[in-house]
Each structure stands twice: as structure tokens, then as C-alpha cells.
């Protein structure tokens, strides 16, 4: 089982970015679930580089298309999260952004897609183009609600593929040429995270080859994250259970784990809002 996401990379991009290095010849010592990751270090040509942006509050604004992390908070916790982290660690500021836009991500982009569908109807339409278009605008909301910032979200600083299917595409040539790319992947934990169960699923890079995917070793992770980290798989471990079994008892136990899940009282209701969709 192999599992791709763009968040990692793009990550890791703007980091060298920030940091003026050369991605291709830096290691990302990365770890977590998917959606739910920290970098912990840099190494260009083996040399650590972190440290030169803990107390550089601009440098590590950079770092994030948005505003959702304050450099205070980064520099206490001397670890770079994913985008997606901001939800576990401002639920409160997130919720109250999407009230205030009336609207949600999901929402959005159900709009822009419907916008895309029509105009690829059209007569003559160049598709490619189109899509192109429909891409950016995606991309330059993205997270511009649950932030709540008036800005739309600066390019990825990745080029080329859009983050999927570049993802996609690397891990299957690093496979068929046995190329031994690092890439970070989800892949089952088998230790490599001692906090997790080994058939949890991890991200964590893993060296690509014509023997597939073979995650590097991460160790323990730090003390402020290792009980999100546990409350998180344990949510996903329920999950799976609830789809498996069809049970609701089931899913409102895997809801109520959730951390973003304020009580039982409103898993119970969005089961109950939920259950007709199931």
C-alpha cells in the first residue's frame, strides 16, 4: 500500500525557498499522518538548517501561504507543521472564519468546478487552458477562508504538474527505473513510529525503488506532538472500523474522538445529519 500527497513536498519547497537551498540536494527529516505532519529538520549536503530560521520572524512567515501560524508559536516548538495542522491548533479561529465567509472550502470549490464544467462545454474551448485557469483560482483560495485573510493564497512554489499527479507520477518513475528517490509517502508504520501500532499508516519519506516503497526510519517524535499524533490514529483506527462494521454506534464513537470534535452531544448530530448520505 502506497499513499500520495502533495502537502509534504510543497512544504518542503517553500522551505528551501526560504532558506535560499536547493531542494534536490536537501533531506527532509519528516514525520506524521497524512494531513497531519511536522518537519523536523533540513539537511543540505548533510548540514542542518533549521536553525537558521527560529528566530527569523519573517523568514518564517514565508514559509506558509497564508497567515495561520505565528512565529512565536514556531519558534517555541522548533518544528515546521503542514498547512493542515492550524485546524487542530485554531479549530476555534477556523470555525468562526468559515462563519464570517458564510461559506465553506467545500463549498468553493463545488462552484469553481461547476464553473469549469460549463465553460469546458462551450464550443471550441481550449480544455487545457481552461483547466489551467480552474487550477489557479483553486489554488488561490486555498485556505483563504478558514484563515480568514483578505488576500488570495500566493502560487505554490512548485512548478510544472499540479501536486497529485506529480506525486503520482515521481513515485511510479522512481519504480520502474529503480531510481531510489526519497519521497514522502504513506506507507504502513511497522515500527518506525514506536507511539503507532505497526499496521497503523504513517508519512514519512520513504526510499523509491523497483522494490517499491521503504519508509526511513523517524524514531520518537517530540512530547508536545505525541498525544494529537496517538488521538488522531486512534480517530482513523475507529473510522475504519465504523465503514467496515456499517455501525453508527460505531461512528459516533470514531467521531467523538475526533480533536475537532468539541463533545459526544454534536458527534451524536452529525451522525445523525450524516446517516442518510451512509
Known amino acids: 500500500m502506497i499513499g500520495i500527497c502533495d502537502t509534504p513536498t510543497e512544504l518542503f519547497e517553500e522551505v528551501a525557498h526560504t532558506l535560499s537551498l536547493d531542494s534536490e540536494r536537501c533531506y527532509f527529516d519528516y514525520f506524521g499522518l497524512n494531513h497531519l505532519g511536522w518537519l523536523r ?9 533549521l536553525g537558521r530560521v527560529w528566530n527569523d520572524a519573517e523568514r518564517l512567515r514565508s514559509v506558509y501561504r497564508m497567515p495561520i501560524f505565528e512565529p512565536p508559536f514556531l519558534h517555541d516548538l522548533k518544528l515546521l507543521p503542514t498547512e493542515y495542522v492550524y485546524y487542530y491548533d485554531q479549530p476555534q479561529r477556523a470555525f468562526e472564519n468559515v462563519q464570517r465567509a458564510g461559506r ?3 463549498q468553493a470549490i463545488a462552484e469553481l468546478t461547476g464553473v469549469l464544467f460549463e465553460a469546458l462545454r462551450e464550443p471550441g474551448a481550449d480544455m487545457v487552458a481552461v483547466y489551467k485557469a480552474y487550477l489557479w483560482t483553486r ?25 497529485y499527479d506529480r506525486i503520482a507520477l515521481g513515485v511510479v518513475r522512481a519504480i520502474h ?3 531510489h528517490a526519497i519521497i514522502p509517502l504513506s506507507v504502513r508504520n511497522g515500527g518506525n513510529i514506536p507511539e503507532l501500532l505497526d499496521g497503523d499508516v504513517v508519512e514519512v519519506p520513504c526510499v523509491v525503488n523497483s522494490n517499491g516503497a521503504r519508509p526511513l526510519h523517524v524514531g520518537r517524535v517530540v512530547d508536545r506532538i505525541r498525544p494529537l499524533l496517538a488521538r ?3 480517530y482513523e ?9 456499517q455501525s453508527l454506534d460505531a461512528a459516533r464513537e470514531a467521531l467523538a ?3 475537532l470534535v468539541p463533545d459526544r452531544a454534536t458527534a451524536d448530530r452529525l451522525v ?7
Not at 483560495?141 to 484563515?147: C, N
Not at 483506527?237 to 462494521?245: E, G, K, P, Y
Open 139 to 163: 489554488s488561490a483560495g486555498y485556505m483563504q477562508i478558514e484563515s480568514g485573510s483578505d488576500s488570495p493564497a500566493a502560487p505554490a512554489r512548485q512548478a510544472g504538474l499540479s501536486g
Open 104 to 106: 465553506s472550502r467545500g
Open 177 to 179: 527505473f529503480n531510481t
Open 232 to 234: 488522531v490514529k486512534e
Open 237 to 245: 483506527r475507529l473510522t475504519v472500523r465504523a465503514a467496515l462494521t
Open 41 to 49: 529538520e533540513v539537511y543540505s549536503d548533510g548540514e542542518p538548517q
Open 257 to 259: 474522538s475526533n480533536p
Open 272 to 278: 445523525r445529519d450524516l446517516s442518510p448520505l451512509w
